[in-house]
């Protein structure tokens, strides 16, 4: 085989297995993987698969009240976590915190099954550079819905996480090491919910292990993925522009921002990325950032960004202008 040829079939499938638990295994190079088209990578889709069809087994284990609270619960911890952390802070570091508690945050996100959060804040970051541009790695205006919900974190385009381009989270070992063996946090949760189940269920409780693992794992897991994906797939569709400056299709959706704890005010974002809220106003409703808040005055977190006066004189004067035009 010369040097520019394809990997064997077998070859290809065995680093993809071996990358589901080490995720900087790239023997071919990352440039290569970049280089690549953008396809769906097919043994990428299995994680995925194993995880929609994991939410069948609630056939099997049945229904409780703790189950489906737990799964609810499960999907906002989680969720703030992805919000708060993975994206307000390491892919914006629109706060400080203690290295300490960086590394709870990224253990955090890590729950989400959403892999390492230096892999997240690079892609994210470049997805902010080429924000529905062709480079973009997910834009439902260049590839439309369903690669930039599911088909683009399946790709080995885009698997490697680029340290050059993070090297303020790069430069902490730990988190290296989280976002190398990505698989390692969700696994011990996953194990953790089948023992709590066991135990629960020891105790006289109406649940089992199983039953936690399905509803607590693979169900609150898999709305999780989803309802994150929405920002991707449809906050460039559907809403409103208060921003025309974007020069993307960011839009705000109150609808998303229910979902996705604040997330969904991405026109706000997008035109001002620093800033620890996305709801830029008071009735623009933001858990994300209320919960944040909360952190920072119990002395966790510090220094949240505000948004520039600038940035509200400019929305004021759209504000207008759209008024005028009515």
């Not at 105790?203 to 199983?210: K, L």
Request: glycine share 8%; proline share 5%; with cysteine.
């Amino acid at each position: 085989m010369t040097g520019n040829a394809s990997p064997k079939p077998k070859t290809s499938l065995l680093r993809s297995f071996v990358r589901w638990f080490d995720s900087d295994y790239l023997p071919e190079g990352a440039e290569a993987l970049r280089n690549t088209p953008k396809a769906v990578d097919w043994p990428r889709c299995i994680p995925f698969i194993i995880l929609h069809l994991g939410c069948l087994g609630v056939i099997w284990v049945g229904v409780s009240q703790l189950a489906v609270w737990l799964a609810v619960g499960l999907y906002f911890f989680r969720m703030f976590a992805i919000t708060g952390f993975f994206h307000r802070y390491f892919s914006h570091k629109s706060y400080s915190t203690s290295r300490f508690f960086q590394f709870i945050m990224a253990v955090w996100g890590a729950l989400a099954v959403q892999r390492g959060a230096l892999w997240w804040a690079y892609t994210h970051r470049h997805h902010h550079q080429h924000s529905d541009e062709p480079e973009d790695k997910h834009s439902p205006v260049v590839d439309g819905f369903w690669w930039s919900h599911i088909g683009w974190i399946t790709s080995k385009k885009n698997f490697p996480t680029d340290y050059s381009k993070i090297p303020d989270l790069a430069k902490y070992p730990e988190l290296v090491f989280l976002n190398r063996f990505d698989t390692l946090i969700p696994a011990l949760f996953a194990a953790s919910l089948y023992g709590l189940g066991s135990f629960l269920e020891s105790q006289g409780y109406p649940t089992s292990g199983a039953q936690l693992l399905v509803w607590g794992f693979f169900i609150s897991t898999t709305v999780l993925f989803h309802g994150t994906s929405c920002i991707n797939s449809l906050a460039h569709v559907f809403g409103s522009k208060r921003f025309k400056t974007t020069e993307d299709e960011s839009r705000n959706s109150f609808l998303l921002t229910l979902i996705t704890l604040g997330e969904g005010w991405h026109n706000n974002h997008h035109r001002y990325q620093a800033t620890t809220k996305q709801g830029f106003y008071w009735w623009e409703f933001d858990p994300t950032y209320y919960l944040l808040k909360i952190m920072s005055w119990l002395g966790i977190i510090w220094g949240l960004k505000g948004v520039p006066e600038s940035v509200y004189a400019e929305a004021e004067k759209n504000r207008l202008e759209s008024t005028k035009r009515a």
